[in-house]
């Protein structure tokens, strides 16, 4: 039982690149999030979907496209990466809203 | 939306004494608040969590308080230990993914 497994773990973009982050659930979870974390702040939800085939915006979505086409994997793309976009990012799965989110080990990503 | 308040943002504490995070929320339909502790560099880890219906957890050296009236909750680390050193978060979370807010977080220490 691995839980929430992301990869990579570290990448290095260049302005205007693009790239996925793939998170992988082996818990059977409905729900599936993922952040970003910058210095000094706390977990900003970017999209988060409630069960294969769908997803939805979060706090700060833009620059950013999801997608769940399997309900263990939920797919962060990044289609013209901005030194803004500079962030460790955190996927998670849970079973429901009011239940434990279960974090994978994070993404960190440097776009210079 | 929901937005959630944390305080202090810093927290030194001796070795064996007490600490206190207070949180605040907006949304008086939030019924969830988990609290999260994330160590240097690792993911963050649920430590604790309270719903709605109840006004106190405990577990162990840690405590959660609820007041709905006043939409506050609070984490409390009795007899503190150096292992205790990390950034705690809370966040409250309504029934649909986008209303689990986190707070800014707390950077606790414990000083030997």
């Known amino acids: 039982n691995a839980g929430v497994t992301q990869t990579p773990k570290f990448r290095v973009l260049k302005t205007g690149q693009s790239m996925t982050l793939l998170c992988a659930q082996d818990?059977?979870?409905?729900?599936m999030y993922w952040y970003r974390q910058d210095p000094g702040m706390g977990l900003r939800l970017i999209h988060y979907?409630?069960?294969?085939?769908?997803?939805a915006k979060g706090e700060v979505p833009d620059g950013y496209n999801v997608s769940r086409l399997k309900k263990q994997n939920f797919l962060l793309g990044l289609e013209s990466a901005a030194p803004s976009q500079t962030s460790v990012y955190f996927c998670?799965?849970?079973?429901?809203?009011?239940?434990?989110?279960?974090f994978g080990a994070g993404t960190r990503l440097s776009v210079l | 939306g929901e937005n959630v308040e944390q305080h202090p943002s810093t927290l030194s504490v001796q070795e064996g004494d007490s600490a206190v995070i207070k949180c605040t929320y907006s949304?008086?339909?939030?019924?969830?608040f988990p609290w999260y502790k994330q160590e240097l560099g690792k993911r963050p880890q649920l430590i604790i969590d309270?719903?709605?219906?109840?006004g106190e957890k405990k577990d162990q050296r840690i405590a959660v308080t609820l007041n709905k009236t006043a939409k506050h909750f609070s984490l409390h680390i009795t007899e503190t230990q150096p292992e205790d050193s990390a950034v705690y978060f809370c966040?409250?979370?309504?029934?649909?993914?986008?209303?689990?807010?986190f707070g800014p977080g707390t950077r606790l220490s414990v000083l030997p």
């Open positions: 966040a409250a979370s309504g029934n649909y993914g986008q209303n689990f807010v």
């Open positions: 818990m059977n979870h409905e729900y």
């Open positions: 309270i719903r709605s219906n109840v």
């Open positions: 979907s409630v069960g294969e085939g769908t997803t």
């Open positions: 998670a799965s849970s079973p429901s809203p009011k239940n434990i989110q279960y």
């Open positions: 949304d008086s339909a939030s019924n969830y």
